[in-house]
Nanobody, 116 residues
């Protein structure tokens, strides 16, 4: 079983940047699809970005051109670079692993607050 630990969240001003990390332990994530999701207060958890084992990426329309997902299989870690942050990006960001067998694992999340 894999453990996913997110880090890198915090308070940032509009227009600023943050880099989130999702460190996996207990199992290699190199062949898994990894994703970042977010959940704002009172809203459902939604996809932000995901990356397949071969590096194919998908982004939510709201973050295209501002966010970039990447992975370092040697470090068993997935990243989310977030630029030009907006107040509407405020949410708890979660890391998700999906195996080839359809098993899903979630991290506990990291809070991102965009405010002046």
């Amino acid at each position: 079983q894999v453990q996913l630990v997110e880090s890198g969240g915090g308070l940032v001003q509009p227009g600023g940047s943050l880099r989130l990390s999702c460190a996996a332990s207990g199992s290699s994530i190199s062949i898994n699809t990894m994703g970042w999701y977010r959940q704002a207060p009172g809203e459902q958890r939604v996809l932000v970005a995901r990356i397949t084992s071969t590096g194919n990426t998908v982004y939510a329309d709201s973050v295209k051109g501002r966010f970039a997902i990447s992975r370092d299989n040697a470090k068993n870690t997935v990243y989310l670079q977030m630029n030009n942050l907006k107040p509407e990006d405020t949410a708890v960001y979660y890391c998700k692993r999906t195996t080839m067998m359809g098993v899903i694992d979630w991290g506990k999340g990291t809070l991102v607050t965009v405010s002046s």
